[in-house]
């Protein structure tokens, strides 16, 4: 079982630009949910996704938005980044009420 | 609203001493309470849960948590620590009718050998 995966492992971007991150669950899992994770900090909840819908959101700008694929799969999406938005940003997946797993992250450095 | 307070940042114990990290919650209905583990530049790993049932449950690598109501705590505890459980460690709530994990700021622990 190859656990939840994120691609890439690090990033670096300019102010202004656009990311695309990108999540696979763990097998058999079909909820994902973002966080980040700010340094010395933790995780702050950024939405969630089930069904290909996003079912919860957290405190975060629309700049922040997302997907859910077919095959339960996610990509975040930021736009116009600003330096504040570095962080590490870690996607768990989950079934329905229980315990989320998450991957090892995606650091954003924004320059 | 929920939240999560963790009261130390960071815990020092020496090796096969007892370690205990305190963590308190606030949620408006029933808890789901957790406890992640984060080592340097990687994600969170499960440690354990308490969803309902028994008040005292036991998860990975020896470690338990006691979920105490009255208190609205749930505090993690190993009765001999590792040099190898020297790491960051996450509290996490939920309420029974949310789907957001709402974490503490964490608690640093070094075991000393």
């Known amino acids: 079982d190859a656990g939840v995966t994120q691609s890439p492992t690090h990033l670096i971007k300019t102010r202004g630009q656009q990311v695309t991150l990108r999540c696979s669950p763990k097998?058999?899992?079909?909820?994902v949910s973002w966080y980040q994770q700010a340094l010395g900090q933790g995780p702050q909840f950024i939405f969630q996704?089930?069904?290909?819908?996003?079912?919860q959101r957290g405190n975060f700008p629309d700049r922040f938005s997302g997907h859910q694929f077919p095959n339960y799969s996610s990509e975040l999406n930021v736009n116009a980044l600003l330096l504040g938005d570095s962080a590490l940003y870690l996607c768990?997946?989950?079934?329905?009420?229980?315990?989320?797993?998450f991957g090892q992250g995606t650091r954003l450095t924004v320059v | 609203a929920q939240s999560v307070a963790q009261p130390e940042d960071q815990v020092n114990v020496a090796e096969g001493n007892p370690l205990t990290v305190k963590c308190t919650y606030s949620?408006?209905?029933?808890?789901?309470l957790f406890w992640y583990v984060q080592y340097p530049n990687r994600g969170l790993q499960f440690l354990l849960k308490?969803?309902?049932?028994?008040?005292l449950v036991k998860g990975s690598y020896g470690f338990e948590a006691e979920f105490n109501k009255s208190q609205t705590s749930f505090h993690l505890k190993k009765p001999s620590a590792l040099v190898s459980d020297s790491a960051l460690y996450f509290c996490?709530?939920?309420?029974?009718?949310?789907?957001?994990?709402?974490f503490g700021a964490g608690t640093t622990v070094t075991v000393r050998a």
């Open positions: 768990a997946s989950s079934l329905v009420q229980t315990e989320a797993f």
């Open positions: 097998s058999g899992h079909d909820t």
């Open positions: 996704y089930y069904e290909e819908e996003e079912r």
């Open positions: 949620v408006s209905g029933n808890p789901y």
């Open positions: 308490y969803i309902t049932g028994d008040n």
């Open positions: 996490a709530v939920r309420d029974y009718n949310d789907y957001k994990l709402s």
